[in-house]
């Protein structure tokens, strides 16, 4: 039995530069996106390119199930976080589907982010190119023969799942404390380290193997127990910051922990 196949590209001035790759290798399943940049609101310029490339692809694939969703083609983070939810998903329908992802149409912020994605979740990335690049002529941007090219990605290292259950928690915690209050939107938002800590601990995150009678040694084990923990969101992954302060230490997020969160959040 055949894996299923999985083909995810973005609209844009193209016609055979989409189509072809499906035409030669017909999945089971396109996801196909449409842009609207929410700065500016502004909806996609090339739909009409995206009309006549899905009548021509049910016209030779007429058991293709074509998928299409919008996306901003500016927003990196959204942009893997799309592709991050379709490869999930389809991988919990059948974890050895295989997906490919079409980097040369679309946005160049949707190629450089597609490619990340790719790596993160080991995918298949192809680059189409032709013989004719006609960028002032009618019709499609690239015209004549039409090659494929698959470039070699190297997996990157995805953060353990525990630690973005703690980020999630984190912002959790944000959420509750900060919930219909009033503050200075130039401070940075924390949470009290020690109330971080109770809450690892409720939600079983961190355990103590012995239960000491006296409450301050308990309370001192888990505190050691749970910085332990936390170091390497701290040192190595440079997640979160602790402050310096000797008592009621705060814990922010970083510029980093926020973008690791936007990008994993839907999928734990």
């Not at 290798?25 to 700065?39: D, E, G, H, S």
């Not at 040369?104 to 080991?122: D, F, H, Q, V």
């Not at 404390?177 to 109330?195: R, T, W």
Request: glycine share 2%; aromatic share 12%; with cysteine.
């Amino acid at each position: 039995m055949f894996s299923p196949q999985i083909h995810i590209a973005f609209n844009c001035e193209e016609e055979d530069r989409i189509t072809k790759p499906i035409i030669d290798n017909p999945p089971n399943k396109l996801y196909i996106f449409t842009a609207f940049i929410k700065k500016t609101q502004q909806k996609d310029i090339n739909m009409d390119f995206y009309e006549k490339n899905i009548k021509f692809l049910k016209k030779k694939i007429p058991l293709l199930e074509i998928i299409t969703k919008e996306v901003d083609y500016t927003d990196y983070i959204e942009i893997i976080q799309e592709l991050s939810k379709i490869i999930n998903h389809e991988r919990e329908i059948n974890p050895n589907c295989k997906i490919f992802i079409n980097v040369s149409t679309g946005s160049k912020m949707a190629s450089i982010a597609s490619t990340e994605a790719s790596r993160l979740w080991n995918c298949q990335i192809y680059y189409v190119y032709s013989s004719k690049y006609d960028p002032y002529g009618e019709g499609a941007r690239h015209k004549g023969e039409f090659y494929v090219f698959n470039p070699i990605t190297f997996p990157i290292k995805k953060p353990k799942e525990i630690y973005i259950k703690t980020l999630k928690l984190y912002e959790d915690l944000i959420q509750k404390k900060y919930h219909d209050k009033i503050y200075n939107e130039k401070k940075l938002k924390y949470i009290f380290l020690k109330n971080l800590i109770n809450e690892l601990e409720a939600e079983g995150y961190i355990e103590l193997e012995s239960k000491h009678e006296d409450p301050g040694s308990l309370k001192s084990a888990l505190y050691m127990k749970a910085r332990n923990f936390l170091d390497p969101l701290v040192n190595d992954l440079k997640y979160i910051k602790i402050s310096d302060e000797k008592r009621n230490k705060k814990v922010f997020l970083t510029s980093i922990g926020k973008e690791i969160l936007e990008i994993f959040k839907f999928l734990i």
